[in-house]
């Protein structure tokens, strides 16, 4: 989406507000008639994720939906993420980086995430959704305020200048904000949502398996990622610009 495509600040801002308490899957509608193929559902099937493709397949919305594979999930999380695929009937775009954690540790030394975990999210996760979000115009997240300080002031809408040689914008859309964990876990349990069995185990949020511990219950939802390290945000979130 290019500069004059682009609604204003204050034009997006009350757009955004105008869907506060409207359904997800209105927000959703909204974005498949506004972008068609250039709008995109990325998830790494974290319960909000989960709602969010439950939501489009109520109303019968052919959104695309894409994750990124790093090569260093869970096995449980890879199983998962096919399970959802079946239960769905949708074929998910899974996207990888470039090299494989063994090219990595050949070039950068092993274990990066232990040295460096900025670089290693980088790598492993910003480049490859960088690269999908060139054929994108709006990517929607599940992205919700309670999940921690880093997000408390997430909105519904919110545009990213993503490219500036290009002149390509995105638009983020955040269609859970005002949800709260205990709504996203009641809605996948009252529809029978497979979810990833690791929450069952302590974990609260699932990423790399060398970077995320068990947390138990209560607390920051991002709790037990990145142990150790002053590091809340693996860079997906807050790579770009805000467009203000």
Request: aromatic share 8%; net charge neutral; proline share 5%.
């Amino acid at each position: 989406m290019v500069a004059s495509d682009l609604p204003g600040v204050e034009e997006l801002r009350l757009l955004s507000a105008g869907f506060e308490g409207v359904s997800p899957a209105e927000v959703l509608r909204w974005a498949q008639q506004r972008f068609g193929v250039r709008v995109a559902i990325g998830t790494s099937f974290q319960l909000s994720g989960l709602v969010l493709l439950h939501q489009a397949a109520t109303v019968g919305l052919s959104l695309e939906c894409f994750t990124i594979d790093t090569d260093l999930l869970f096995p449980e999380s890879v199983e998962h993420r096919l399970e959802i695929e079946r239960f769905f009937k949708l074929k998910v775009d899974v996207l990888r980086p470039a090299a494989s954690p063994e090219e990595q540790a050949r070039e950068l030394g092993a274990e990066l995430w232990q040295r460096q975990p900025d670089t290693c999210c980088t790598l492993r996760k910003v480049v490859p959704l960088q690269e999908k979000l060139k054929r994108l115009d709006a990517w929607i997240t599940g992205l919700r305020r309670d999940q921690g300080e880093s997000r408390h002031g997430v909105q519904i809408l919110e545009s990213y200048l993503f490219d500036p040689l290009r002149d390509h914008y995105v638009l983020k859309i955040n269609p859970l904000a005002s949800w709260t964990r205990d709504d996203v876990w009641k809605y996948v349990q009252t529809h029978q949502i497979p979810y990833n069995r690791l929450l069952d185990h302590g974990y609260r949020s699932i990423g790399c398996r060398p970077c995320t511990r068990p947390a138990g219950e209560g607390g920051n939802e991002r709790a037990g990622r990145w142990t150790g390290f002053d590091k809340a945000e693996c860079g997906l979130h807050t790579f770009m610009k805000a467009h203000v």
